[in-house]
């Protein structure tokens, strides 16, 4: 009976993309808005900048957050 159960369960899809496979193990996929590209790079960069001492990790951290608030808001445009 748990291994029925289990296999429902592993079959089943998030809706982030997330998944869990016949052996039990999660993937992740990416969420499935139209900003996730932008989105993806906007955070990159901000990381980036802060691995390299270019800005302190604060700074890239609000920065990050207002331009991914701002994809958000204007869906992308």
């Known amino acids: 009976m748990r291994r029925e159960i289990l296999s429902v369960v592993f ?3 998030c809706a982030c993309g ?3 496979d016949t052996e039990g193990t999660l993937t ?3 969420p499935s808005i139209a900003q996730y590209p ?3 790079q906007t955070l990159g960069k901000y990381l980036e900048a ?3 001492g270019k800005l ?3 700074e890239a951290l ?3 957050a207002s ?11």
């Open 67 to 77: 331009e991914v608030n701002a994809l958000l808001r204007t869906g992308g445009n």
């Open 56 to 58: 302190l990790a604060q």
């Open 62 to 64: 609000d920065k990050a």
């Open 38 to 40: 932008a989105l993806s």
């Open 18 to 20: 997330s998944t869990l």
């Open 11 to 13: 079959q089943t899809r």
């Open 50 to 52: 802060a691995l390299y």
């Open 28 to 30: 992740y996929g990416k």
